[in-house]
């Protein structure tokens, strides 16, 4: 079972950037499906992007132009490079993977919280 963790978030103002890393345990290379989850204060968690093992990625309305998300294989990393915040994006941000395209996502890890102020 491979373990994920997130990292890369912090405080940044409206129109800023940051990016995100998410660091697997081990090899993900035939994993299936990578994804980045959200959950604002009060809201329930929402998905926000995913990238499959062919590199096919999709995004929520939401972030689409907006964010980015790759991953590197050689590294064992997955990244969601986010452009253009706005305060709607502040939220803890998850990552987390389905090995294969049968079986649930994974459980979760602590997150990483992004919060867009001035």
């Known amino acids: 079972q491979v373990q994920l963790v997130e990292s890369g978030g912090g405080l940044v103002q409206p129109g800023g950037s940051l990016r995100l890393s998410c660091a697997a345990s081990?090899?993900?290379?035939?994993?299936?499906?990578m994804g980045w989850y959200r959950q604002a204060l009060g809201k329930q968690r929402e998905l926000v992007a995913t990238i499959s093992n062919t590199g096919t990625t999709n995004y929520a309305d939401s972030v689409k132009g907006r964010f980015t998300i790759s991953r590197d294989n050689a590294k064992n990393t997955m990244y969601l490079q986010m452009n253009s915040l706005k305060p709607e994006d502040t939220a803890v941000y998850y990552c987390?993977?389905?090995?294969?395209?049968?079986?649930?996502?994974?459980?979760w890890g602590q997150g990483t919280q992004v919060t867009v102020s001035s």
């Open positions: 081990g090899n993900i290379v035939n994993i299936y499906v």
């Open positions: 987390n993977h389905r090995k294969r395209s049968f079986t649930p996502w994974g459980s």
